[in-house]
């Protein structure tokens, strides 16, 4: 039995899914641990309640739908495109409210047409706030972390820089001092003397024998997780990372992108603008923006409300593009967030690339404010 009460619209909302053509799912609240320690995110894997099984497998309990959603996709090899919606218990450590909530969400998977889907999920993610919420104002707020990605990637930083940068995407603290990090080259500490020659020397099979002895010596070998060409390669990496400063003009750059923050429909020209003053060949990604925003309104979203915010991303690591949130005016509880994630089914174990977009909704909160109206 659940120790909290189901919100009384939860049947109308399940009704309403069914309209939206979407297929009620259900998903075990004991979930393997390991898809959700890789793929969640930080702020995530801090929170879930873990436990192991008899044989010593990590468990935990349902922190959130997309990854249990995705896996039993995969599980039934059911084909595409497929709606599912879910609602039901999830079990987070927060800072607020209680740790056992209710959320409810639509999962798309396997629809090609990218900006339709998107329109369609942040569509019907609006309207039925708009429902439970009558004569509430929604403020929407939207990233993309394709538009992201292409400015890191079209700046000419190195593969393991973007990866840092990307990794950050909507950590406004994290990418400052990362950002802060990259005006001076930093030194590597902690190194060994021995290491330290041999990466001056840039001698790689040394510093591979070198690793593998003390690996043997210290007995680690044995269970290690990683190999010693790998360790060096890693160590290699860091050192050419560390010694990279960016020139004023490109730092300049990423900040002035990370700045932007207008009104959706104002956005493409905005970044187009940006595109061209920087310098920054963004063709592709902002092909996919402006289709996005055309599908809006070619399916009744009205985009002023809409607010586009360059460095706003959703602190889950699986989002691959789109992402967006829903709070109620003159609040800042989130009641709505989703996006597009497109590796995730493949990294779950997909043979095929299927993409995918989703949207959750945080039951409790929506209840909170239906009992001020």
């Not at 929604?138 to 930083?157: I, K, P």
């Amino acid at each position: 039995m659940p120790l909290i009460d189901m919100p009384d619209f939860s049947g109308a909302l399940l009704d309403d899914f069914a309209r939206r053509g979407a297929e009620r799912v259900d998903t075990p609240v004991i979930q393997p641990a390991e898809p959700f320690l890789d793929m969640a995110g930080e702020d995530l894997r801090r929170r879930i309640f873990m436990t192991a099984s008899e044989t010593g497998e990590s468990l935990c309990l349902r922190p959130e739908f997309t990854i249990p959603v995705c896996l039993r996709h995969i599980e039934t090899a059911t084909g595409t495109p497929k709606r599912y919606a879910y609602l039901g218990e999830v079990f987070r450590q927060r800072r607020e409210g209680p740790n056992e909530f209710y959320q409810a969400g639509i999962e798309d998977l396997g629809e090609t047409d990218v900006a339709a889907a998107d329109a369609r999920a942040l569509g019907d993610a609006i309207a039925i706030l708009a429902d439970l919420l009558p004569g509430r104002t929604l403020d929407v707020t939207l990233g993309d972390q394709t538009v992201f990605e292409a400015v890191v990637a079209a700046c000419g930083l190195p593969a393991g820089w973007q990866k840092q940068l990307i990794h950050a995407f909507g950590n406004a603290a994290r990418l400052d001092a990362l950002l802060a990090r990259l005006r001076t080259p930093q030194p590597v500490t902690g190194l060994s003397p021995e290491v330290e020659a041999l990466l001056a020397d840039a001698d790689e099979e040394a510093l591979v024998r070198w690793i593998d002895g003390r690996m043997e010596e210290t007995g680690y070998s044995t269970n290690a997780s990683r190999s010693p060409a790998d360790i060096a390669r890693r160590l290699r990496d860091k050192l050419s990372l560390a010694r990279i400063a960016l020139d004023g003009r490109t730092l300049s750059i990423l900040r002035e992108f990370l700045s932007i923050d207008v009104p959706l429909s104002e956005a493409p020209a905005v970044l187009f603008r940006f595109a061209e003053t920087s310098g920054l060949r963004l063709d592709g990604a902002l092909s996919l923006f402006d289709a996005r925003v055309a599908a809006l309104g070619r399916a009744g979203v009205g985009t002023a409300p809409i607010a586009y915010r360059a460095a706003f991303g959703r602190p889950l690591d699986y989002y691959t593009g789109l992402v967006f949130e829903v709070v109620a005016h003159g609040e800042t509880a989130v009641l709505a967030g989703g996006g597009r994630f497109d590796r995730l089914m493949t990294l779950l174990g997909a043979r095929t690339r299927i993409p995918a977009v989703g949207f959750s909704l945080w039951l409790d909160r929506i209840d909170a404010l239906r009992g001020r109206a």
